[in-house]
């Protein structure tokens, strides 16, 4: 006979893509968190030599995998009660689309969390005005960031997978993580 904790690992297994682990949405909760998520799977690395930002022709931009993982966790956040203040994202459509997805509210254009990978932006810039505009929110706001991998990492020194998410609380120093959120395409 199955015991409950296994009859609870394999359907956290099934329904999160195949990770067999619970996800603790509590964090995502905890009033002042700053809740960064990578945009879902976009296949590939980087955007063309042809980029533009305001023409998702032009860009790497999120498959049918990566549009039903960020449906995925939207529906998966609002089961368990998250909310957010405020959504963030990226300029990039891979960000937008992925936000939008979500529906965890209005999404606000941010320029500070546009990619700075490869040579495109400027990294100490951009993540010194997202934590300024992180620190001019209110101290109990909960804000949802989504962006680029190197974004994550500058913010909060962990590495983020495709729809990761890592949680973190201010520090008078940043950002320090208190936990990460993983849902496989």
């Not at 490869?118 to 997202?130: C, N, P, V």
Request: aromatic share 6%; glycine share 8%.
């Amino acid at each position: 006979m199955r015991s409950i904790f296994a009859v609870c690992a394999v359907f956290w297994g099934l329904f999160a893509g195949g990770v067999a682990v619970a996800q603790d949405w509590s964090l995502l909760k905890e009033p002042g968190a700053v809740v960064l998520m990578r945009h879902a799977l976009a296949p590939g690395t980087g955007d063309p030599a042809d980029f533009e930002l305001r023409d998702c022709t032009t860009q790497r931009n999120l498959d049918d995998r990566g549009r039903a993982q960020a449906r995925e966790i939207g529906e998966m956040m609002r089961a368990s009660g998250v909310a957010f203040d405020a959504v963030w994202s990226s300029q990039w459509c891979r960000c937008l689309e992925t936000a939008k997805l979500l529906d965890m509210g209005k999404v606000t254009e941010a320029p500070s969390l546009n990619s700075h990978f490869a040579g495109q932006g400027d990294r100490e810039a951009q993540t010194k005005e997202t934590l300024a505009r992180i620190r001019d929110l209110p101290e109990d706001q909960i804000v949802l960031l989504v962006t680029h991998q190197v974004n994550v990492r500058a913010l909060s020194g962990s590495y983020a997978r495709s729809g990761e998410i890592v949680v973190t609380r201010r520090t008078p120093d940043g950002l320090e993580v208190t936990g990460t959120i993983a849902i496989e395409p």
